[in-house]
C-alpha cells in the first residue's frame, strides 16, 4: 500500500537524521503518532506536559545539534500554545518545523471543533503562524506534501521556524510513488553582493579592518548556529584582538582564552567597556548589537568605527559583510588579513560590584560560582529569564566543551525547562550532563516538565533558585516606582519538598545554608538520572544587571 502522507513525513524526518519529535498527542495530530509507532519510534515521540515546553524541547533540541528540532501539537489551543515557544526560535533564528494538526478539510469553516481555517470567521491559523515563522503552509493536498516539506525544511534551516497546518484527512491520504526530494536544504555563502564575489569581498572586508587599526571583537549566537567556533578563535588570534560574547553566546569562545574580556551589556563586565575605549574600532561577528548586548556600551561605540560580519546588519550602522556560514567566511578571511599580532593574556573578568545583601537564604554569586566548581568539563547549561539568569549570564564560566544558552529572543520564563530537556535527549549518549538554572517563578510556569526528565530518566539537573518571588519585578518596583508596593512576592512555598512529593526516588535536595551546597551539587550531579534542587535565596538581592546598578548609583549621587 502507497504511504500516507504521515508515514512519508516520519521517514523523511529519519533519513535527514531527526531523532526526535516533541509535542502534545491531540485527535488532530494522532496520524503523526500512529507512523512514529509503525516506523519503530525512528524518530522518536516524545510526549511533553505543555506545547510551549514541546517548542522549546525542539528549540533546545536544534542548539545542542546544530541541526533541526522538530515540534507537533494538535489544533486548538494546542497550536495556540506553540506560539509562544515559536517566537522564541524565530526571534533566535533557531531551526525548528512545527507540524500543527487541523480538522478534516470538510469542517472547516462548517463549524469544526477548533477550526483555525480562517473561514466563517474562524481564527486564521496560517496567518498567525505567518508572523512567528520563516514558512507557513496549510497543506491541501497529498500530492504537493513533499515539494512543501522540502520548502519548509530548507526555510527552517536558513534560520528560524517552519510550520505545516496539516488537516486531518490530508494526513491519512495516501501518496502515489515514487516520491524524490525537492531540494536537499539550503546552501551557504561568504559574501555579500556589493561587495563582489566572495574571495573579493574577503580581500576587501580584511582591507577594512586593517584600516581600522586596533579591534575589540563581540561575537553572538550566530557562530554556534553555523558551527563556526573553531574558525572564531583561529581568528581572534590571528588579529591578536581581545574578544567579549554576547549574553546569549557565552559558549562561543573560550571563558579563559586569550583576551577574553567577558561578557558583553546588560549582564556585562567592565573590561569590555576599558578595552572599547581603547580600540580603534570594534567588529561584530554573528551578533546584530541588539540592546541587551549594547547596554552600557553606546557611548564607547558611538565614538568608534563598527565594522560586522554575519546574517544580517546590526542595528547599528556599520561596515557589515553578509554571511550565512561564518565557518566558512571567516576561514576565508584569515589569509587576507595583512599580519597577526600577539593575542593579549587570558584573564579572569573582574564581577560588577553589587550592594550588600543581608535577606535570607544564599547569595546569587555563592550560588553560581559553586555551581561553576561541580560542571563537569562537556555539561550543558541553560539559563532562565530574571535576576538568576542575569546573575548566571554574568558569574558562570562555561565549562570546556558545553554549550551555554540563555533565551533572550523573547525572554520567555520557563524557557530553559524545556529547551533543556531537548538538549538532553540530542546529547544523552555523550554520555553528557544538561544544567537547567532557574528561578521559582519559571518553575511555576513551566517546571512540571521535570516529570518529562523523570518519565525518560534523563541525565540533567534542575537548579532552582527560590526567593518566593518573582524577583525582578520586585527590583523593578523598589528602582523605578519607589517601593511602595509589591505585586510581585509570593506566600512561601517548598518547592523541594513538594518536587520530592511528586517523584520518589528522584534525588532532590533543598540548599538553606551555603554549607550544604557543595555536597547537595555533587550529588546532584553525580546521579546517572535527573536530579532537582532548591536553592533558598533573597528577593531583595540586587543582580549584576547594568540597568539596576546605573539607576543606584544615579540616584547615590543626587542625594
Not at 518553575?443 to 512540571?448: A, D, L, N, T
Not at 520586585?474 to 512555598?493: C, G, I, K, M
Not at 511528586?502 to 532532590?508: A, H, I, K, N
Amino acid at each position: 500500500m502507497p504511504d500516507r502522507v504521515v508515514d512519508y513525513l516520519v521517514r523523511e524526518l529519519a533519513e535527514r537524521g531527526i531523532t526526535h519529535i516533541f509535542g502534545v498527542d491531540g485527535a488532530n495530530i494522532e496520524d503523526l503518532y500512529d507512523a512514529i509507532f509503525d516506523a519503530d519510534g525512528h524518530p522518536a515521540g516524545i510526549v511533553a506536559k505543555h506545547e510551549f515546553s514541546a517548542a522549546t524541547m525542539a528549540d533546545g533540541y536544534a542548539r545542542a545539534t546544530g541541526g533541526l528540532g522538530v515540534v507537533a501539537a494538535t489544533s486548538g489551543g494546542g497550536a495556540m500554545n506553540l506560539v509562544a515557544g515559536l517566537a522564541e526560535a524565530y526571534a533566535s533564528r533557531v531551526p525548528v518545523l512545527a507540524l500543527i494538526g487541523q480538522p478534516p478539510t470538510a469542517l472547516e469553516g462548517a463549524g469544526a471543533f477548533q477550526d483555525s481555517s480562517g473561514l466563517a470567521e474562524s481564527i486564521d491559523a496560517r496567518a498567525l503562524f505567518a508572523t512567528v515563522s520563516r514558512y507557513c503552509a496549510r497543506v491541501t493536498d497529498a500530492s504537493a506534501f513533499p515539494t512543501q516539506l522540502a520548502t519548509a525544511i530548507t526555510a527552517a534551516e536558513a534560520g528560524g521556524p517552519a510550520v505545516l497546518l496539516l488537516p486531518k484527512d490530508v494526513q491519512q491520504q495516501h501518496l502515489s510513488p515514487p516520491i524524490h526530494r525537492a531540494t536537499e536544504g539550503p546552501t551557504h555563502a561568504g559574501g555579500d553582493g556589493r561587495f563582489g564575489s566572495a574571495s573579493l569581498a574577503a580581500q576587501r572586508f580584511a582591507a577594512e579592518m586593517d584600516r581600522a587599526g586596533t579591534l575589540v571583537v563581540i561575537a553572538g549566537d550566530q557562530v554556534a548556529r553555523d558551527n563556526a567556533r573553531p574558525a572564531l578563535a583561529e581568528f581572534v588570534s590571528a588579529l591578536g584582538a581581545s574578544i567579549g560574547l554576547a549574553p546569549d553566546a557565552k559558549d562561543v569562545y573560550a571563558n579563559t582564552g586569550p583576551g577574553y574580556l567577558g561578557v558583553a551589556g546588560s549582564m556585562g563586565h567592565p573590561e569590555l567597556l576599558d578595552a572599547l575605549g581603547s580600540a580603534s574600532a570594534c567588529l561584530l561577528i554573528g551578533t546584530r548589537l541588539p540592546v541587551t548586548t549594547r547596554a552600557g556600551l553606546e557611548s564607547a561605540l558611538a565614538d568608534l568605527p563598527l565594522l560586522s560580519i554575519g546574517t544580517l546588519p546590526p542595528h547599528l550602522p556599520a561596515t557589515h559583510l553578509t554571511s550565512t556560514d561564518l565557518a566558512t567566511t571567516l576561514t576565508e578571511l584569515l589569509p587576507h588579513l595583512p599580519h597577526t599580532r600577539t593575542p593579549p593574556p587570558a584573564r579572569e573578568p573582574t564581577p560588577l560590584p553589587v550592594p550588600e545583601s543581608d535577606g535570607p537564604g544564599l547569595r546569587y554569586r555563592t550560588v553560581v560560582e559553586a555551581i561553576q566548581t561541580a560542571l563537569p568539563d562537556g555539561t550543558d547549561v541553560f539559563a532562565d529569564a530574571g535576576n538568576t539568569g542575569a546573575s548566571v549570564v554574568h558569574h558562570l564560566r562555561v565549562p570546556d566543551g558545553g554549550r551555554f544558552v540563555v533565551a533572550l529572543g523573547m525572554g520567555g520564563m520557563g524557557y530553559a525547562f524545556g529547551a533543556g530537556i531537548g538538549s538532553a535527549f540530542a546529547r544523552r549518549d555523550g554520555p553528557r550532563r544538561t544544567v537547567v538554572v532557574a528561578g521559582d517563578g519559571a518553575f511555576f510556569m513551566h517546571g512540571m516538565e521535570i516529570h518529562t526528565a523523570v518519565e525518560y530518566d534523563l541525565p540533567i539537573t534542575f537548579v532552582v533558585f527560590n526567593n518566593n518571588a518573582h524577583a525582578m519585578c520586585v527590583t523593578r518596583e523598589q528602582l523605578f516606582y519607589r517601593d511602595r508596593y509589591s505585586f510581585n512576592r509570593f506566600r512561601p512555598a517548598h518547592i523541594g519538598a513538594g518536587i520530592a512529593a511528586m517523584f520518589p526516588g528522584l534525588v532532590t535536595h533543598t540548599v538553606e545554608d551555603a554549607a550544604d551546597l557543595t555536597e547537595a551539587l555533587r550529588r546532584g550531579m553525580a546521579t546517572p538520572g535527573p536530579s532537582f534542587l532548591e536553592i533558598l535565596c533573597d528577593p531583595d538581592e540586587i543582580p549584576p544587571f547594568h540597568p539596576f546598578l546605573s539607576t543606584i548609583e544615579s540616584a547615590r549621587r543626587t542625594s
